[in-house]
C-alpha cells in the first residue's frame, strides 16, 4: 500500500480567503482523488486528478471553486477558494491502489474550519 | 440512484459480545464492494474488497461476507481496539461511501 501525507493536518481560515491542501506519495501513481468528508455525513467524491490531463469534477463541484494541480506522479493539491463556513469539514487525498483491483489508500485528511 | 445505506449508525458492544455491521447498497454494475475503518482524526484504512456474491475475506476478529444486495461485517469477540467508524464502499464507476457505523467496544 502507498503512504500518503498531506499538508495541512489542519487550519482555520477567514471567509473569503482560500487554503492549498498538499498530499504527497511515496510512489507513482496514475488515478489521485480528493474528498469531503463533512459532519455526519459520508465520503464525497470531489474530482479525480490524473496526471497530465485537467481534472474531472463531480456533479455539484467546479473547478473554480475546487482548483485541482497535478504537476506529476507523486503530488497533488486542491484548492479551496473564497470559502465560506459552509465550506467546513475534512478533505482527503486517496490514490488507486497498484494491480487494478480498485482499492483505494486516503491519507490523513486536513481539518478545515472557516469562520 | 445509486445508494449505499450503513446501519446501524452506532452500535455499542461489551468487550467479546459478537455482532454484524449492515451494508445495504442499490446500484446499477456493481464492480466491488469496500470495507474501511476510520479511526478519529485520521484517513480511512482499507480492510477488505468483495467483487462477487457469495464471496467471504477474514481478517483478525473481522470477516465480510457479500450478497447481490448487502454486505455484512461481521465481528467476533471483539477488543476495545476494535472501536472505530466502519465505512462501506461500493464501485460504479466512481466510489460511492455509506455513512458508515460508529462502533464502540466496551472494556
Known amino acids: 500500500s502507498a503512504v500518503i501525507s498531506q499538508k495541512p493536518s489542519r487550519d482555520i481560515c477567514q471567509r473569503g480567503t482560500s487554503l492549498t491542501i498538499q498530499c504527497q506519495v511515496d510512489s507513482q501513481v496514475t488515478m489521485m482523488f480528493w474528498y469531503r468528508q463533512q459532519p455526519g455525513q459520508s465520503l464525497t467524491l470531489i474530482a479525480t486528478?490524473?496526471?497530465?490531463?485537467?481534472?474531472?469534477?463531480e456533479s455539484g463541484f467546479v473547478i473554480d471553486k475546487f482548483p485541482i494541480s497535478r504537476p506529476n506522479l507523486t503530488f497533488s493539491t486542491l484548492t479551496v477558494s473564497n470559502m465560506s463556513p459552509e465550506d467546513s469539514s475534512i478533505y482527503l487525498c486517496?490514490?488507486?491502489?497498484?494491480?487494478?483491483?480498485?482499492?483505494?489508500?486516503f491519507g490523513p485528511g486536513t481539518r478545515l474550519t472557516v469562520l | 440512484e445509486d445508494q449505499v445505506t450503513q446501519s446501524p449508525e452506532a452500535l455499542r458492544l461489551q468487550e467479546g459480545e459478537s455482532s454484524s455491521l449492515n451494508c445495504s447498497y442499490t446500484?446499477?454494475?456493481?464492480?466491488?464492494l469496500f470495507w474501511y475503518r476510520q479511526d478519529p482524526g485520521k484517513g480511512p484504512e482499507f480492510l477488505f474488497t468483495?467483487?462477487?456474491a457469495g464471496e467471504e475475506k477474514e481478517k483478525e476478529r473481522l470477516k465480510a461476507t457479500l450478497t447481490k444486495k448487502e454486505s455484512f461485517l461481521h465481528i467476533t469477540a471483539p477488543k476495545p481496539e476494535d472501536s472505530a467508524t466502519y465505512l462501506c464502499?461500493?464501485?460504479?464507476?466512481?466510489?460511492?461511501f455509506g455513512k458508515g457505523t460508529r462502533l464502540h467496544i466496551l472494556p
Open positions: 464502499a461500493v464501485q460504479v464507476g466512481k466510489i460511492i
Open positions: 486517496s490514490v488507486e491502489a497498484s494491480g487494478g483491483n480498485n482499492e483505494q489508500f
Open positions: 486528478a490524473n496526471q497530465g490531463s485537467e481534472a474531472t469534477y
Open positions: 446500484v446499477s454494475g456493481l464492480r466491488g
Open positions: 468483495l467483487y462477487s
